[in-house]
């Protein structure tokens, strides 16, 4: 008996299933026509071409023709796009650029940061189009690289230099401020996402739905006085949640604004009342008072019963579900309030600036847009920057350093072992040389003060010309320079220090010449008679090499210098090269010791003469 099969097996139905489908195929009409290549992709097929074997383009083709994927059933990543004719998923960037990161089969869709697909599909740089922007379409630029600011008023070139000054800037502390409610100049934009309406037309406020009012926002009480140009009849004037989002969308010079907290808004009347165009241009809601005049109206419709507040300016700070807190400028007072978010305010947004030592360098304290103002303790102030106060921080001797330490000393000092110290400098002065003798424990100077280029007379000493200026001895503190000796005068035994041509001074000057000469970090003073005593024998017949002073009479193995009467103003008109200052006193005059026939004389003298002066100090 034959075993007969019964049924179909899997196979079998899939053959019958595919013929049935072919039969009927076979009577449509649109089958016996060529597939244009929009319906199964470039190159076509017909009907008999049109296979489900597509394992030549992937495994994600189910129908094909010779050349083309008929049917693609893909989904590609972003970044890449569907090939239909391969049935394969493609780099965006391979197609269009690098700088493509979304796209399809025909053009780019959307670009990198910074670019922009054009009306071909391509990315382009929005800089190339845009100067300095960062962020746009075809049409605009939105974002503007960090320092610059969108200005809406030109169109072509829209990001310029920013800076917290001029019409629409203000800085105060470290904020930098809006001078002008948002809304109210071109940089001063409101972002989309906020509805702006004129005054007059209704908008509801709420958390969800931003309303602002702009145009005369303010009664007919109102007015520009002192405003520079920024009328307080049309501000405009937002609910708090407008407030909040455009601060906080408000992106100019790349820094993070927002509204102001109470505490940074307390001395902001003083940035304004009676300022004018420099200052933060608020508005008072009373005439005089400095400031332009801003009324409360009710042609703010949809707010808290209608009204517009221009002259009350919203801060961040919030209480509460309901009350957000703002402040009021009224009859030039700036007082605290808090009141419904639903009411229609001016806006005014801050930014957090750099430091002024991140701007201007370490230690500035205060600045401007354009430069340091002032500088913190232990700095000083020098072309705009602040630079350590070497002197203040190692000691006055203490030329350069850094901050911890100093780098250089002044002329005749040099830097201890400790050069982070207090003083850092330690003197390099030796008691020797032209200018300087060592008598036992004392330093000399060996010429007149004033007769070196070290040996130097401040400048709050009066210096008159020998024989020709006058200086009133009995009231200033006067010196004499040039000769002052007349003809009575040379050179013997005075190496190069000529007894014609020796300053003389007062006691009064002398004094304080000593007192303020700080060569070589050492306190110097005049001599004491006792101290000046033995000075003869340091001085006559040594020349050059010792004290150098000068004899009233010659032959004495000293340079010779004859009292004159070229010190106009001194007692008696005399210049006395020979008799030198001493500190010592007896009441209102002061003793000198005087060279004369070889022999040192000291006596009291009165203090308006005028006479030699040596400096001591001791070593």
């Known amino acids: 008996m034959n075993n007969k099969k019964i049924g179909f097996s899997l196979i079998e139905l899939l053959i019958s299933l595919?013929?049935?489908?072919?039969?009927?195929a076979a009577f449509t009409?649109?089958?016996?026509?060529?597939?244009?290549?929009?319906?199964?992709?470039?190159?076509?097929?017909?009907?008999?071409?049109?296979?489900?074997?597509?394992?030549?383009?992937?495994s994600n083709c189910t129908l094909c023709s010779e050349t083309t994927c008929v049917n693609c059933n893909l989904s590609c990543p972003t970044g890449e796009y569907k090939d239909t004719k391969t049935c394969s998923c493609k780099k965006c960037s391979d197609k269009y650029g690098a700088d493509c990161q979304v796209c399809n089969e025909t053009q780019c869709i959307n670009c990198a940061d910074n670019e922009y697909a054009d009306s071909d599909g391509n990315c382009k740089l929005c800089s190339t189009k845009f100067p300095d922007c960062t962020s746009c379409d075809e049409t605009k630029c939105t974002a503007c690289k960090d320092g610059y600011i969108l200005d809406s008023s030109n169109p072509t070139t829209p990001c310029t230099n920013f800076e917290c000054n001029g019409d629409d800037f203000i800085q105060i502390g470290n904020l930098c401020v809006t001078k002008k409610n948002m809304g109210d100049g071109d940089k001063l934009t409101i972002p989309s996402g906020v509805n702006v309406v004129n005054a007059g037309t209704s908008c509801t406020p709420s958390s969800s739905n931003f309303c602002c009012w702009k145009g005369n926002t303010?009664?007919?009480?109102?007015?520009?006085?002192?405003?520079?140009g920024y009328s307080g009849c049309n501000r405009t004037v937002c609910d708090w949640w407008a407030a909040d989002y455009i601060c906080k969308n408000f992106n100019a010079g790349g820094y993070t604004w927002r509204l102001a907290t109470t505490s940074e808004m307390s001395n902001w009347a003083n940035n304004s009342v009676n300022k004018?165009?420099?200052?933060?241009?608020?508005?008072?809601?009373?005439?005089?008072?400095?400031?332009?005049?801003?009324?409360?109206?009710?042609?703010c419709p949809g707010s808290n019963g209608n009204w517009c507040t221009p002259y009350n300016v919203w801060s961040g700070t919030v209480d509460g579900s309901s009350y957000a807190y703002n402040y009021s400028l009224i009859s030039g007072g700036w007082s605290q309030g808090g009141l419904y978010r639903t009411l229609a305010f001016s806006v005014r947004c801050v930014a957090q600036m750099p430091s002024c030592a991140d701007r201007f360098g370490d230690g500035c304290l205060t600045c401007d847009g354009s430069t340091c103002l002032s500088c913190d303790s232990g700095y000083i102030l020098k072309d705009g920057k602040c630079v350590v106060d070497c002197a203040s921080k190692f000691g006055e001797s203490c030329a350069e350093c850094n901050m911890t330490q100093c780098t250089?000393?002044?002329?005749?000092?040099?830097?201890?072992?400790?050069p982070s110290g207090n003083p850092a400098c330690e003197s390099d002065f030796t008691c020797s040389g032209s200018d300087f003798m060592q008598?036992?424990?004392?330093?000399?100077?060996?010429?007149?003060?004033?007769?070196?280029?070290?040996?130097?007379?401040?400048?709050?000493?009066?210096?008159?010309?020998?024989?020709?200026?006058?200086?009133?001895?009995?009231s200033q503190k006067c010196c004499w320079q040039g000769n002052t000796s007349g003809t009575y005068c040379d050179n013997e035994n005075g190496g190069e220090y000529s007894g014609c041509n020796r300053t003389v001074c007062n006691w009064s000057a002398a004094n304080y010449i000593c007192n303020n000469f700080n060569y070589g970090n050492k306190t110097w003073r005049l001599p004491t008679i006792s101290e000046m005593i033995n000075w003869p024998i340091y001085s006559i017949g040594t020349g050059k090499n010792g004290l150098q002073l000068c004899e009233y009479y010659a032959g004495f193995s000293s340079t010779r210098c004859g009292n004159t009467s070229y010190c106009k103003g001194a007692m008696n008109k005399y210049c006395i090269p020979n008799e030198v200052w001493s500190y010592s006193s007896t009441n209102s005059n002061r003793y000198k010791a005087s060279l004369s026939r070889g022999i040192w004389e000291t006596f009291e003298y009165a203090t308006y003469s005028a006479g030699s002066v040596r400096c001591v100090t001791n070593l």
């Open 18 to 24: 595919i013929v049935i489908s072919c039969i009927t």
């Open 29 to 58: 009409p649109l089958i016996t026509k060529k597939f244009s290549s929009g319906v199964f992709g470039s190159g076509g097929g017909s009907v008999s071409d049109i296979t489900s074997e597509c394992d030549k383009f992937s």
């Open 439 to 474: 008598i036992g424990s004392l330093c000399v100077t060996r010429r007149n003060m004033g007769d070196s280029t070290t040996l130097t007379i401040p400048s709050n000493i009066t210096i008159a010309k020998a024989n020709q200026n006058s200086c009133n001895s009995n």
């Open 408 to 418: 250089k000393c002044t002329d005749d000092y040099k830097l201890s072992s400790n």
């Open 276 to 299: 004018g165009v420099n200052g933060l241009q608020l508005c008072d809601s009373r005439s005089g008072y400095s400031s332009a005049q801003c009324r409360d109206t009710n042609s």
């Open 218 to 228: 303010s009664n007919t009480d109102c007015d520009n006085a002192n405003g520079g």
